[in-house]
C-alpha cells in the first residue's frame, strides 16, 4: 500500500501525462487498476484536479522515466519526511484484500436496502470506501451497476457479525432519537378510565328462626 498524499490525484496526473499502464499507476497510489481505469474512462474521479507527483516530491524523474520504458517495472515512492509530519495519528483503516475490494458494491447495496438509517459517514468507515461510491451505488450510476446485488457483508468476509450489528444498533438509536426531536413517534397519553366500584355480594337474608318437623309436617292433632 502506497503512503504518497493525494493518491487519486496523483493518479489522474500520471494517467493524463504519462505512458503508464494502469497496473503500474494503481501499485504506486495504491488503488486498485479498476479504480484507475475508471479515472482514464472519466468514471471516477472525475472532479478531481491532478497533482504531479515529481514536482511534489513524491516521485523522481528517474524513476517514471523507467517506469515508462518497462512497464513490468514498479515504481518506488521518495520517503519525504514532510509526508511522515503529515501522517495521521488515526489508526489506519481496516485493509481489504484485493480480491475482496470488488465486493464493496454489492455490501454497499445490501446497506442501501436493507439498512438507510444506516449513513454514508458510518458505512465508509465499516466497509473502507468512500462516499462517492456510496453515491454512485445508491443512483446506479456505478460503471458496473449492471453486476451489483445486495450482498451481506458478513457474508462477503468484509466485516465481522458483531461489528455490523452494534452499527445497525446505533443507526437503530440514532434515528429513533431524532424521530423524537422531530415530533415523530412520540407516545400518546393514556387516557383515564374511570375505576368500576368493587363488587360485594349481597348479603342473604337470614330467617329468624330455624323451622321445627311441627311447622314442617304439623301436629298429629
Same mark, same amino acid.
Given at each position: ?5 493525494? &493518491?487519486? $490525484?496523483?493518479?489522474v ?5 504519462? !505512458? ?13 487498476? /479498476?479504480?484507475? =481505469? ?11 484536479r491532478? *497533482? ?15 517506469a ?5 517495472? =514498479? ?8 509526508? #511522515?509530519? /503529515?501522517?495521521?495519528?488515526?489508526p ?5 484484500? *484485493? ?5 464493496r &458494491?454489492?455490501?454497499i ?6 439498512? &438507510? ?5 458510518? %458505512?465508509?468507515?465499516? /466497509? ?7 453515491? !454512485?451505488? =445508491?443512483? =446506479? ?9 445486495? *450482498? ?9 457479525? /458483531?461489528?455490523?450489528? #452494534? %452499527? ?19 407516545l400518546?397519553?393514556?387516557?383515564? *378510565?374511570?375505576? #368500576?366500584?368493587?363488587?360485594? &355480594?349481597? $348479603? ?18
Amino acid at each position: 500500500m502506497s503512503d504518497i498524499l493525494m &493518491p487519486k $490525484a496523483t493518479a489522474v496526473w500520471l494517467v493524463d501525462n504519462t !505512458s503508464l499502464s494502469f497496473e503500474q499507476i494503481a501499485d504506486f497510489c495504491g488503488l486498485h487498476p /479498476l479504480e484507475v =481505469r475508471g479515472i482514464a474512462d472519466g468514471d471516477v474521479a472525475r472532479d478531481i484536479r491532478g *497533482v504531479d507527483p515529481v514536482t511534489g516530491g513524491q516521485l523522481t524523474r528517474e524513476e517514471l522515466d523507467k517506469a515508462q520504458a518497462d512497464q513490468n517495472y =514498479r515504481m518506488k515512492a521518495v520517503v519525504s519526511r514532510h509526508a #511522515e509530519l /503529515l501522517k495521521s495519528a488515526k489508526p489506519a483503516p481496516k485493509y481489504t484484500p *484485493v480480491s475482496r475490494r470488488q465486493d464493496r &458494491p454489492d455490501a454497499i447495496a445490501w446497506f442501501v436496502r436493507n439498512h &438507510p438509517e444506516v449513513t454514508d459517514a458510518q %458505512i465508509a468507515k465499516l /466497509l473502507g470506501t468512500t462516499k462517492s461510491t456510496i453515491e !454512485s451505488v =445508491r443512483n =446506479r450510476t456505478h460503471w458496473n451497476s449492471a453486476n451489483i446485488k445486495p *450482498v451481506d457483508p458478513v457474508t462477503l468476509g468484509l466485516v465481522g457479525q /458483531l461489528a455490523l450489528d #452494534e %452499527i445497525v444498533k446505533k443507526a437503530a438509536e440514532k434515528k429513533a432519537k431524532d424521530d423524537l426531536k422531530n415530533g415523530g413517534g412520540t407516545l400518546q397519553p393514556v387516557e383515564e *378510565v374511570e375505576e #368500576e366500584p368493587e363488587f360485594v &355480594p349481597e $348479603a342473604r337474608e337470614r330467617p329468624g328462626a330455624e323451622p321445627t318437623a311441627e311447622s314442617v309436617f304439623g301436629t298429629k292433632d
